[in-house]
């Protein structure tokens, strides 16, 4: 039941977080906000929640986690409505940073719930099952927002997404407390513990590589698409697309992990996700766009939940919190670096170059984790 009503309110966070992706860049741009504003209104979500993980780790493993989901899914709630009272692109790089403040509270707590919840041997399996939570949500939201803003416009899309956020909080508040870690360590002697599980942090250097990929997505494919004449519904279906993609996958890749070894799927996955990556930059039709969203989608979603599993495998219980804190800071880091980072160097490329750069970032990554993963074997 617990496991149940997580899902759904994980579900319902989700819904108002991916609702505003495929939006957020264009309606940055309604503001006024250039192209390397704009790729600091989308990073700065990310350099927040990195910000505040750690402490958000630290709590988790001495309280409640159920008090973080609540946190969570009260920032989102309000986040939306502060966009409809943006009228600058520096009003709106506020609202974000209050934004960012939820995504870390309620990811660390439902992650190390989803691992105290599930039995050790089909972790995978788990992670790749909640993981479909979100991945319905991205089905879902990204098309729904598309035709909300054709239909209704932008701020109206805003209130829906606040609606999901108060269906998340309502249902968060349904799931029982469970028993907090009991560890009373400072936070600096839990994080130095943590940093010292060498495939806690190989996993976490994987998904930061991996991200940066993502941060270019999520900020130039929309309005990249926009710039080739396409409408808002059709970036929602791009969205919707992968995301579909993701949730056929993720779970087979994660019970199939189970069976034969992170590390044997991890890097065919990661290499799927350079040639989607790439895709992107010599397609120019919505078709093409599509076969990018799977290919990317197959590669990227599946090595979250490989990666996130690996996280869960090695953490200690007592360091769960502070192991999934670490974890999706370098998530979020990744997408920080890539939006802000890749978005500086817009304006003097064309939006294909900005793929193609990110792709060598991609390569020399998955070529460093392949090096750390070899060693850590031997």
């Known amino acids: 039941k617990s496991y149940l009503i997580l899902a759904l309110s994980t579900f319902a966070f989700f819904m108002s977080f991916h609702m505003l992706l495929p939006i957020l860049s264009p309606y940055s741009q309604q503001l006024g906000a250039k192209e390397n504003e704009i790729g600091i209104i989308v990073g700065i979500f990310a350099v927040v929640s990195v910000l505040a993980r750690i402490p ?32 600058s692109p520096g009003g709106l790089m506020f609202s974000r940073i209050i934004h960012g403040l939820g995504i870390g509270a309620f ?24 993981g479909t939570s979100i991945m319905a949500a991205m089905a879902i939201a990204p098309g729904l927002s598309g035709y909300l803003v054709d239909s209704i416009g932008f701020n109206n899309t805003f209130y829906v997404a606040s609606i999901f956020g108060v269906v998340s909080l309502c249902l968060a508040s ?31 250097f994987g998904i930061f590589f991996l991200t940066v990929s993502y941060g270019v ?15 808002y519904s059709m970036i929602g279906k791009l969205f919707t697309v992968a995301a579909i993609t993701t949730i056929i996958t993720r779970p087979i890749i994660g019970k199939l992990s189970d069976k034969t070894g ?29 076969f990018f969203a799977v290919i990317y989608s197959l590669g990227f979603g599946s090595s979250y939940t490989i990666l996130s599993a690996m996280v869960a495998d090695n953490a200690k219980p007592k360091n769960r919190g502070m192991a999934m804190a ?8 990744g997408i920080a670096v890539g939006a802000i980072g890749i978005g500086l160097i817009a304006s003097s490329v064309e939006y294909s170059g900005l793929f193609k750069v990110t792709t060598l970032i991609l390569v ?15």
């Open 262 to 290: 992170r590390m044997k799927i991890i890097l065919p996955l990661m290499i799927l996700t350079i040639g989607g990556i790439y895709s992107a930059s010599i397609f120019t039709s919505i078709e093409g766009f599509y």
């Open 326 to 333: 670490i974890f999706t800071s370098h998530f979020d880091l």
């Open 107 to 130: 990811t660390i707590a439902s992650m190390a719930m989803v691992t105290e919840l599930s039995p050790k041997n089909r972790l995978g399996e788990a992670m790749g099952v909640y």
């Open 217 to 231: 997505v999520v900020t130039f494919i929309p309005v990249y698409q926009l710039h080739l004449g396409m409408n």
């Open 56 to 87: 958000y780790g630290s709590y988790a493993d001495r309280h409640f986690k159920k008090n973080l989901l609540l946190l969570g899914a009260f920032i989102f709630t309000i986040s939306p409505i502060l966009y409809t009272l943006s009228s």
């Open 174 to 204: 349904l799931i029982k407390k469970t028993q907090p870690a009991h560890n009373h360590a400072p936070i600096l002697i839990n994080l130095k513990e943590t940093i010292a599980n060498k495939r806690v942090i190989l996993a976490s």
């Open 364 to 378: 020399l990554g998955t070529l460093i984790f392949a090096t750390l993963s070899l060693k850590l074997k031997n």
